[in-house]
């Protein structure tokens, strides 16, 4: 039963995306108390005591490998461990949960448009029409559609810092691939894990020295302990082995679940209301990521060779 959950990329991607999904009602809600870095900084402390101890042994067997390979994992630290989360709690200060979860949909999108600048095949009319009816959508979302605010660029701050926090995911998502095939899922997570908490670490003081943290009640170490637990740690290896298994550009598709979750969470949890600039926006986003996502593997520019 484990074996087949462990190797079953469209129920791990599902699991991933509901646990993400409510990475940004969680987020939105701390943002009020506790400042960006330290929600990161804590999140990953707690995901450290967790990791650690369970994949101690696969770590000290690939310490070897994982020396030779501290580059790439930095990098895979500082974009997806650090980078993703710490803007995404920075944008939700200035974006409400559901836009966060919406702009998160566009992960396929710059994984997309990055597999097709670093693999440099020539890119088709209906892929550049399936970016242009995303990109379309993501305007929609951060402009409210409304056509004077378009004009006078009034976009709001977090939809922005958003964008940069997916494309740091992006570029999380294709580095993992090449490093999966030296060292394991397990261990790509556990030795970039820690890299970002000790990078962090300088980060957080200097923050703290700016705004102290206050009084953390009962409501916000649940909170914390959703990120530490689901998001950071269940969401990542279900998503590395996923990727492993089918590679980035066809995992980023269940991506356009989290939006879905996010939604309908803060809808419950936050009472946020679901506009019809979410509906329509989030809607052309998820026809330009089927369109260039889901096409005949004989024409498919996001087909991977497998081998």
């Known amino acids: 039963m484990i074996n087949k959950f462990v190797n079953s990329p469209h ?17 939105k809600y701390l943002a009020a108390s506790i400042p960006p870095v330290t929600i990161s900084f804590i999140r990953l402390a707690i995901s450290g005591f967790i990791i650690f101890p369970l994949f101690f042994v696969i ?60 693999t440099k095949e020539r890119i088709k009319i209906k892929y550049i029409l399936s970016v242009l009816l995303s990109i379309g959508g993501v305007i929609f979302i951060i402009t409210q559609g409304s056509l004077d605010r378009l004009i006078s660029f009034r976009f709001n701050l977090g939809d922005l810092i958003m964008i ?28 970039s894990l820690g890299i970002g908490f000790m990078l962090m670490i300088p980060i957080v003081f200097v923050e703290l020295s700016i705004i102290p943290l206050g009084y953390i009640s009962s409501p916000e170490w ?13 969401s990542f290896l279900l998503w590395n082995r996923a990727v492993v298994l089918i590679g980035a550009a066809k995992a980023s ?47 498919s520019i996001l087909q991977e060779k497998e081998g």
Do not use: D
């Open 222 to 234: 649940a909170a914390l302990l959703y990120l530490g637990i689901f998001p950071s740690v269940c």
């Open 59 to 118: 770590l000290r067997k690939e310490w070897k490998t994982a020396r030779t390979h501290l580059k790439q994992l930095t990098l895979l630290a500082l974009t997806g461990i650090i980078g993703f989360n710490l803007l995404s709690y920075w944008a939700l200060n200035f974006t409400s949960a559901i836009n966060g979860s919406l702009l998160n949909s566009t992960s396929p999108l710059f994984i997309f448009l990055l597999s097709y600048v670093l």
């Open 11 to 27: 129920i791990l991607l599902v699991f991933s995306a509901l646990f993400w999904g409510g990475n940004a009602v969680a987020g």
């Open 164 to 191: 940069l926090a997916v494309i740091m995911w992006a570029i999380y998502s294709l580095l993992l691939k090449k490093i999966s095939l030296e060292i394991s899922p397990f261990g790509v997570f556990g030795y």
């Open 253 to 299: 598709v269940f991506l356009n679940l989290i939006p879905v979750f996010g939604s309908v969470a803060a809808f419950f949890m936050l009472g946020e209301v679901i506009t019809v600039a979410h509906v329509v926006g989030g809607s052309l986003v998820f026809a330009g990521i089927y369109f260039s996502s889901y096409t005949k593997k004989s024409s």
